[in-house]
């Protein structure tokens, strides 16, 4: 089956504490892009990779990294989480630009920072 | 701020009457109109799409209507039923298509 795997599906940590939520796509898709969802503002694009080894930043990068070593994989990285990252975070993936091919969604990795 | 306006944040609609949400853009760079459905404990999935060259889409009972003039845009469900119940996203992209910004997202609720 063609999906955006996303993990965990849920995790409560604590401030500073490093943590990596994991993404991958079996759909050879070139584009990745991770947003987070918060209430009232919507899905928010924080970091994209348009090919591998290729990463720019979206709207809302601060305290995120990313990685792009490999086609299928694209993980969020949260050096030192703050609890305004507490959030619900979608890993997306499209054929070629979202804006031609549309994405597929992750089913979403909801963080909590305490 | 929101490069995209969507209204209202939630909406309440009877079995079968018309639920329409509505979106605003300034950026005149904009050429590609999505629209995305999300169930509760999933991600977003593409429902129906638009490009400025026409004024309205139609697939099944959910529609488009484009007003490039105005730089509005809308998403009409006819006959809303209780399974269409769930937050709907719109989205605009321009610049070769490799950004898509969302709006604030709108909770329909389809009572039976």
């Known amino acids: 089956e063609a999906q955006v795997t996303q993990n965990p599906r849920y995790l409560i940590t604590v401030t500073g504490k490093k943590l990596t939520v994991t993404c991958s796509q079996n759909m050879n898709h070139e584009y990745m892009s991770w947003y987070r969802q918060d209430p009232g503002l919507g899905l928010r694009q924080i970091y994209y990779?348009?090919?591998?080894?290729?990463?720019d930043k979206g709207d809302v990068p601060e305290g995120y990294k990313v990685s792009r070593k490999e086609k299928r994989n694209f993980p969020l990285i949260l050096e030192s989480p703050s609890p305004n990252q507490t959030s619900l975070y979608f890993c997306?993936?499209?054929?070629?630009?979202?804006?031609?091919?549309?994405?597929?969604f992750g089913s979403g990795t909801r963080l909590t920072v305490v | 701020q929101q490069q995209v306006k969507q209204s209202p944040q939630s909406l309440i609609v009877q079995k079968g009457g018309i639920s329409i949400i509505n979106c605003a853009y300034e950026n005149t760079a904009f050429d590609y109109f999505p629209w995305y459905q999300q169930f509760p404990g999933k991600g977003p999935a593409l429902l129906i799409a638009i490009r400025p060259d026409v004024s309205e889409k139609k697939e099944g009972r959910f529609t488009i209507s484009f007003n490039k003039s105005a730089k509005q845009f809308s998403l009409h469900i006819m006959d809303s039923q209780p399974g269409d119940s769930a937050t709907y996203f719109c989205?605009?992209?321009?610049?070769?298509?490799?950004?898509?910004?969302f709006g604030a997202g709108t909770i329909l609720r389809v009572k039976s």
């Open positions: 990779s348009m090919n591998v080894e290729v990463t």
């Open positions: 997306a993936s499209s054929l070629g630009s979202p804006g031609h091919y549309g994405y597929t």
């Open positions: 989205a605009a992209s321009g610049e070769y298509g490799n950004k898509l910004v």
